[in-house]
């Protein structure tokens, strides 16, 4: 995002901030009596109060929060035990083949500490070009969505929009290959190391999540029924 664009949506942010009170209304959160945000630096949702609004940017709603990995981590093993075992299915392969596409058609590798100024659609470029150049095995990126797929399923709770599936499953990848390290032997006063992690929240985790269950929508579809059985037989 340039400057200008920059300027103009604080501007935004600021004009809408200073709208009379009557424009305000209640949080959409059923129960939730705070009012809704005109705006916030992170974006301009006007349904949710703060606490509500960065909920939902996090975690894919505002409802919700987002499993610990421990609740992912069985229904993720099982993705990879069924997709080495079923290497040679058609679908498997296409859904390799799709992901393998996403990080070929990526783009350059961004380090971490260059990514400030992007547009989110630029930032999901990036983690995908990440995974490439982390050599993140496409088997682990297909099981992260597998497991989220898998997790929804059981849960009889589960939020049941397609975006908070794709918000947790891109929170996963992303976690795949996330960071810019460096280390500087020769740096006056000793040795220097920098840690860059971008941050995993909002519209860049929508980017990479909707291409992520694009890209895995026909093994879902084919074979998510005989991943489940078998994960439950285990
Ligand atoms: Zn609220």
């Not at 942010?13 to 630096?41: I, L």
Request: glycine content about 6%.
């Amino acid at each position: 995002m340039g400057w200008a664009t920059k300027r103009e949506r604080k501007n935004a942010v600021k004009a809408r901030a200073a709208e009379p009170s009557a424009f305000f209304s209640r949080c959409r959160v059923v129960g939730c009596d705070k009012s809704a945000r005109a705006g916030t630096e992170n974006g301009l949702d006007t349904r949710f109060c703060r606490a509500h609004a960065d909920r939902y940017a996090r975690h894919g709603s505002p409802y919700r929060v987002s499993y610990k990995s421990a609740e992912i981590e069985p229904y993720r093993r099982a993705a990879v035990a069924w997709l080495e075992a079923n290497a040679e299915d058609l679908w498997v392969r296409n859904a390799i083949d799709r992901v393998k596409t996403l990080c070929e058609t990526a783009g350059p590798h961004v380090e971490a500490f260059r990514l400030r100024g992007l547009s989110p659609e630029e930032r999901s470029r990036a983690a995908w070009a990440r995974l490439r150049a982390a050599k993140v095995d496409p088997h682990c990126v297909i099981a992260a969505w597998l497991a989220v797929e898998m997790k929804t399923k059981a849960d009889p709770q589960a939020e049941s929009k397609a975006e908070f599936k794709q918000v947790q499953a891109a929170k996963l990848v992303h976690r795949l290959a996330s960071g810019t390290h460096k280390r500087w032997e020769n740096a006056p006063g000793g040795p220097k190391e920098i840690h860059v992690y971008p941050r995993s929240r909002g519209r860049v985790l929508r980017h990479i999540g909707k291409a992520l269950d694009e890209a895995c929508g026909l093994l879902v579809e084919n074979r998510l029924r005989s991943i489940m059985e078998t994960q439950e037989a285990t």
